[in-house]
């Protein structure tokens, strides 16, 4: 089983939309997958048209099993839903022992997926901490803009705190480019910075390009996939589902 965080402290810069679309990826390639959403958004449950009656609040607060706070979003795809409720919790967990490690304490006993994918909130907070100590893997999604690419060099700061204190193997694994526009200079000069930095060499994943399907698809409650395969969303979605499939 493998756990990939995606994250950025920068909001709209296509976290849930990576989350969302890889995950029904890998569903397809025939892989078991749960999405976690811990955003008090609760935008993963409303995206995928799907309802639910118990969600993570439930299960951090030890009020629900594990089983009982899953919906079925798609064959071979779960989601751990989340709604305002996680905002108390949040608080809560404040006071909690070993309160960076409650994530992980009450998902140790799953072993039914071949992949766990965490659709972060923005920011930090004690929520996105618990994601980070739980991850194996961590992606990125980089929207091309001042405040997005700003966003990553503070993930990458936080990575270097989180290790000393807790997590000592966390590392960025993959950089994604999103909301990504070839006809913009802009664009170009922020994917050559990247690509041209040796700290972040070999990160950069393959682009999701801009394309209004896949905002017009969650208003459907539906995957691009679902809603309009033959779409530059839908194949750069594939191509980012390869290199996970590869390890990353």
């Known amino acids: 089983m493998q756990t990939i965080a995606i994250y950025n402290q920068k909001g709209g810069t ?23 959403d811990i955003d008090d958004q609760g935008n993963d449950a409303e995206c ?40 108390q919790v949040a608080l809560e967990m404040v006071g ?50 001042y405040l ?15 290790r000393e204190d807790f997590q000592k193997n966390l590392k960025i694994d993959l950089i994604i480019p999103t909301f990504v526009d070839d006809r913009v200079k802009r664009t170009k000069e922020y994917i050559e910075f990247f690509e041209g930095m040796e700290h972040f060499k070999d990160m950069i994943s393959p682009n999701i390009r801009i ?16 809603y309009y395969l033959n779409s530059r969303g839908a194949y750069d979605h594939i191509q980012l589902c390869k290199r996970v499939l590869e390890g990353i």
């Open 14 to 36: 296509g976290k849930t939309t990576t989350t969302i679309n890889l995950g029904h990826a890998l569903a397809l390639a025939g892989k078991q997958v749960l999405i976690i």
């Open 48 to 87: 995928l048209g799907v309802k639910f009656t118990k969600s993570i609040y439930h299960l951090l607060k030890d009020e629900a099993p594990f089983e009982e706070c899953i919906t079925t979003a798609r064959k071979n795809l779960d989601l751990l839903p989340s709604d305002e409720t996680i905002s």
């Open 96 to 145: 909690w022992r070993n309160r960076e490690n409650a994530l992980k304490k009450r998902l140790e006993h799953i072993d039914k997926y071949d992949y766990i994918l965490i659709d972060c909130q923005t920011g930090l907070g004690i929520l996105n901490e618990n994601a980070l100590n739980f991850c194996q893997k961590l992606i990125v999604p980089v929207s091309m803009e």
């Open 148 to 162: 997005s690419v700003k966003g990553l060099f503070k993930v990458d700061k936080l990575i270097y705190d989180l």
């Open 211 to 226: 394309d209004t399907k896949l905002s017009e698809s969650f208003a459907h409650g539906k995957t691009i996939f679902e």
